[in-house]
C-alpha cells in the first residue's frame, strides 16, 4: 500500500516536472519570438533569457553583464510579454532620450518624464497612465522622480490596478557610495520596496566591485534574486593609451587621429565642461564635425547635438555622457577617476560587437590634478565621518589602478579585468592593446616619460598645473567654475550631471556669479590668470627660479647627445660631431623657447629627441649641416628614402605593421603622423599662452561683433534690412 501510494505520487511529480518543462520551452519560444519580431535579432545572450525568466516569474534579479552586454533587453522584452507597464530607473537623461527613441522607431509604446520636456508632453503621458487601460509599455524615468510624493502616489495606484509589472533600475551601481557614480538621488529608490512590496525589482549594472554588488542588493532589498554575472571582457575593443608629456600637441593628436578614421563616430570625454567646448572648437576648426555635449547646454541645444549626432549629422561629440551603438572610438581626453568610470565609458565603443578603440590620452599634469581633488576630497571627508574617510581613501586607491593602467607596460585588458578580480588567461588579449602589441614601443614611451617627469619635477614648474598650495587661493582655483554650474541644475535636471562633485564645488570659491556670460567669465578666468602670472613671476624674479638654468641646459644637452648617438647608429656613420651637434640643438631650443618658460623649451628639447628617433640622414644632415660646422663630411647620400605612409588598420591600431617597435623609438604618436612631422616640421608651433588665447578669441569675437554690426560689411544682410 505504502509501496503504490509512493509510485503514485512519483508519477505525478513526473508528470508535474514535465508539465513544467515543456511549460518552460513553449515561454522561451514566445520569448524568443518576441526578440525577433521586435528587435530583429535571432537570438538571445548569455544570461539575458535566465533573467528575462527571472523577473516574469515575480523574482527579483540582480544583472552584471559588461557594458554593451544587453542588459536592456532584459527589461525590455518584459515590458513585451504581458500588458502592463515596465518601469525603468535612469541616471541620463540623454540616454533615457535615446532609448526610447530607438523603442519608438521600433513601434513600441516607450516614453520618458523629466524635466526637460514641454508640459504637454508630460500631460499626455500622465492621462495615458491615468486612462483604464495605458498604451505605454515602457516608462522611464528619473530617480529624483521617483522619490516625488505625487508621482510615488501615481505608480501606487498603477499597481493597484495590477499594471505595474516590472522595476528595472538601469545602471544600479549608482546607489553605492562605493561605486565611482555615486548618486544621492538613487538612494532614495530603497523606498521602492516598501511602497510596492509584491512589484519585482530587476538591478542591471555592469559594475563589478563586489562591495558595490553587495550594496546594491542591500540598499534595493532584492529578496533573495537570481544574480547573474557575465565576463567583463570586451573583445571587440583595442585599448591603447598615449602619453600627452611626449605629445607636441595632444589636441592636434586627436584631430589626426579622428581624420586618419574616416567617417567614424566617436565619443571624447573630458573632465570639466570649458575644455569639452574648446576641444570641440579646435576639432571643427580642424574640418571634424564635431560638438560638445554637456549639461551646460540648454535643453534644446542639447536635444540638437544628440539628433544630430544619432542621425550622423555630426560624427564625434566631445561629452560628458552620452550614447549609441555604432561608436567606433571612445577617446578619454583626461584620465578617469577610478577604471570602473573608465570601463563603463570606453564601454560606450562598440555596443554592436564590431572592432572600435579606447584611446586615453594620459598626461602628469591630469593625473597631478585628479590626486589633488581626489587628496582634497579626502582632507574634507576625514573631518567629517570615518565611513567618509574609508570612502575617499578608496577613491584614491581606485585612481592609482587608473594611474597603474597608463604607466605600466603590462597588458591593458589584464588590468582591467584583474581590477575587477576577473582571472585572466595569458591568450584572452590577442595582442588587443597597445601593450601586448607593440611592447617595445610602450616600454620605450614609458622610459622617455619617466625621464621627461623626473627632469620637469626637477628643474621647472609647470604653467598648466595648479599646485596643491596655490589652490588655496581664491583667485586661482577659477578653473573649476564650470562645476558649479553643474551643480547648479535643478535637481530633476541633473541627470546628466555627477552628484558626486560637491568636493570640486566646495574648490569652487570664485566669486563669480554662475549665471555670468562667457566673456565676463573669459574676462574673470583672464584678470585670474594675469594675476597668477603677477604673483609667480615676483616670485620667481626674486628666487630666479624661472630662469633656465646651464645645470637643466647641460642634461638637455646630454639627452639630446644621447638621442644623436642612437639616430646614428640606426643610420650608420655620418661623420657628424656629437657633441658640437647636441650643443647645437640645445642651443636652437634655447633661442626658440628659453625666454618663454622652463616647460615650453623642455617640450622643445623632448620634440627634438622625438625628431632625432625617426628621422632619415638627408634630414639629419640638412638640419645640421646647413647651420653648424659639426656636419664634416659628406653623407651616404644613397640612404633608403624614409618609409612610405603605412597603410593602416584603423580601428585597432595606428602602427605600420612593417616597421619593428626599435624603430619607432619614443613616439606616441601614429607612424603616418610621424613621419609627417618629420618631413614637414622641424620646428614646433608656438603655444599660446592662456591670455593670448582669450585675447585671441576677444579679438576675432569683436571683429565678428563689428562685422555683424556694420551692415556694409553684410550687404547681404542690410538688403534684407532694407
Ligand atoms: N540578443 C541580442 N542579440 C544581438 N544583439 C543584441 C542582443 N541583445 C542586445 N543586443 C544589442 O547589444 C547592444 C547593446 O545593448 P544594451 O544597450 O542593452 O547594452 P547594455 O548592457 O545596457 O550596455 P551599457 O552598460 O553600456 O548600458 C544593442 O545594440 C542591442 O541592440
Ligand atoms: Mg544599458
Request: a positive charge; aromatic letters at 6%.
Amino acid at each position: 500500500m505504502k509501496k503504490s501510494l509512493l509510485a503514485m505520487e512519483s508519477v505525478t511529480s513526473e508528470n508535474e516536472k514535465e508539465k513544467e518543462k515543456k511549460k518552460q520551452i513553449q515561454e522561451k519560444e514566445t520569448l524568443v519570438k518576441l526578440l525577433r519580431w521586435h528587435f530583429d535579432h535571432p537570438n538571445f545572450r548569455d544570461k539575458q533569457l535566465d533573467a528575462i525568466q527571472a523577473v516574469l516569474s515575480g523574482r527579483d534579479c540582480f544583472c552584471l553583464m559588461p557594458t554593451g552586454g544587453g542588459k536592456s533587453m532584459c527589461y525590455q522584452i518584459p515590458a513585451l510579454a504581458k500588458p502592463g507597464i515596465v518601469l525603468v530607473v535612469s541616471p541620463l537623461i540623454a540616454l533615457m532620450e535615446n532609448q526610447v527613441m530607438a523603442l519608438k522607431e521600433k513601434g513600441i509604446a516607450a516614453e520618458f518624464l523629466s524635466s526637460t520636456q514641454t508640459l504637454q508632453v508630460k500631460n499626455k503621458i500622465h492621462e495615458d497612465l491615468d486612462s483604464g487601460k495605458p498604451s505605454l509599455r515602457l516608462l522611464y524615468v528619473t530617480p529624483e522622480l521617483i522619490a516625488t510624493p505625487g508621482f510615488m502616489s501615481k505608480l501606487k495606484k498603477i499597481h493597484s490596478r495590477g499594471l505595474l509589472n516590472l522595476i528595472a533600475v538601469d545602471e544600479a551601481h549608482c546607489i553605492s557610495s562605493w561605486g565611482h557614480d555615486f548618486r544621492p538621488s538613487y538612494r532614495k529608490l530603497s523606498s521602492l520596496r516598501n511602497c510596492l512590496p509584491d512589484v519585482p525589482i530587476m538591478a542591471l549594472t555592469a559594475t563589478a566591485a563586489p562591495k558595490v554588488q553587495k550594496d546594491v542588493i542591500e540598499s534595493l532589498c532584492l529578496q533573495k534574486p537570481l544574480v547573474l554575472k557575465s565576463s567583463f571582457n570586451r573583445p571587440n575593443i583595442y585599448y591603447e593609451v598615449r602619453y600627452k608629456d611626449l605629445l607636441d600637441d595632444a589636441y592636434t593628436d586627436l584631430s589626426n587621429v579622428l581624420k586618419s578614421f574616416g567617417d567614424i563616430c566617436a565619443i571624447v570625454y573630458c573632465l570639466e565642461r570649458t575644455l569639452c567646448d574648446e576641444l570641440s572648437a579646435h576639432l571643427s576648426k580642424n574640418g571634424i564635425l564635431c560638438a560638445a555635449y554637456h549639461a551646460g547646454l540648454n535643453n534644446k541645444l542639447r536635444s540638437a547635438v544628440l539628433d544630430n549626432w544619432i542621425s550622423s549629422k555630426i560624427q564625434v561629440v566631445v561629452a560628458t555622457g552620452i550614447d549609441r551603438k555604432d561608436v567606433r572610438m571612445v577617446c578619454h581626453f583626461n584620465i578617469p577617476k577610478s577604471m570602473e568610470a573608465f570601463y563603463q565609458e570606453s564601454g560606450r565603443a562598440g555596443r554592436d560587437q564590431m572592432l572600435c578603440k579606447s584611446l586615453l590620452y594620459y598626461g602628469m599634469d591630469d593625473r597631478k590634478r585628479m590626486e589633488f581633488i581626489l587628496s582634497k576630497a579626502e582632507n574634507k571627508k576625514s573631518e567629517s565621518s570615518s565611513s567618509q574617510e574609508a570612502l575617499s581613501k578608496k577613491s584614491i586607491s581606485d585612481f592609482k589602478l587608473m594611474v597603474e593602467y597608463c604607466e605600466d607596460s603590462g597588458c591593458r585588458r589584464k588590468k582591467i579585468l584583474e581590477s575587477f578580480g576577473e582571472q585572466v588567461p595569458p591568450s584572452l588579449c590577442k595582442k588587443s592593446c597597445d601593450a601586448c602589441k607593440h611592447p617595445n614601443l610602450v616600454a620605450k614611451n614609458l622610459e622617455e616619460l619617466t625621464t621627461t617627469c623626473a627632469i620637469r619635477q626637477k628643474n621647472s614648474f609647470s604653467r598648466i598645473f595648479i599646485s596643491s598650495q596655490d589652490m588655496n587661493d581664491d583667485r586661482k582655483t577659477s578653473e573649476f567654475w564650470n562645476r558649479e554650474d553643474e551643480a547648479s541644475g535643478s535637481e530633476e535636471d541633473i541627470s546628466d550631471s555627477d552628484d558626486g562633485i560637491e568636493f570640486v564645488k566646495s574648490l569652487s570659491k570664485s566669486k563669480l556669479s554662475t549665471k555670468a556670460g562667457l566673456n565676463a567669465k573669459i574676462d574673470f578666468l583672464q584678470r585670474a590668470e594675469e594675476s597668477y602670472y603677477q604673483t609667480k613671476d615676483k616670485q620667481v624674479n626674486k628666487l630666479n627660479k624661472n630662469a633656465i638654468s646651464e645645470s637643466l641646459r647641460e642634461a638637455s644637452k646630454q639627452r639630446l647627445s644621447n638621442a644623436l648617438k642612437q639616430a646614428l647608429q640606426r643610420l650608420g656613420d655620418l661623420s657628424i660631431e656629437i657633441e658640437t651637434s647636441a650643443s647645437f640643438l640645445e642651443k636652437e631650443c634655447h633661442e626658440k623657447y628659453g625666454k618663454s618658460g622652463k616647460s615650453f623649451y623642455y617640450s622643445q628639447v623632448a620634440s627634438t629627441v622625438r625628431w632625432l628617433s625617426i628621422t632619415d640622414s638627408t634630414q639629419l644632415t640638412n638640419r645640421l649641416g646647413t647651420t653648424s660646422s659639426s656636419f664634416h663630411s659628406a653623407t651616404n647620400s644613397c640612404r633608403e628614402e624614409p618609409p612610405a605612409e603605412p597603410s593602416l588598420s584603423p580601428l585597432l591600431d595606428q602602427q605600420p605593421t612593417d616597421i619593428t617597435d626599435e624603430q619607432l623609438h619614443g613616439s606616441t604618436s601614429t607612424a603616418s603622423e610621424t613621419y609627417k612631422s618629420a618631413s614637414l616640421k622641424e620646428s614646433l608651433l608656438v603655444i599660446p599662452s592662456f591670455s593670448e588665447f582669450v585675447n585671441c578669441r576677444k579679438t576675432k569675437n569683436q571683429l565678428n561683433s563689428s562685422q555683424k554690426q556694420s551692415p556694409m560689411k553684410n550687404p547681404e544682410k542690410k538688403m534684407r534690412l532694407q
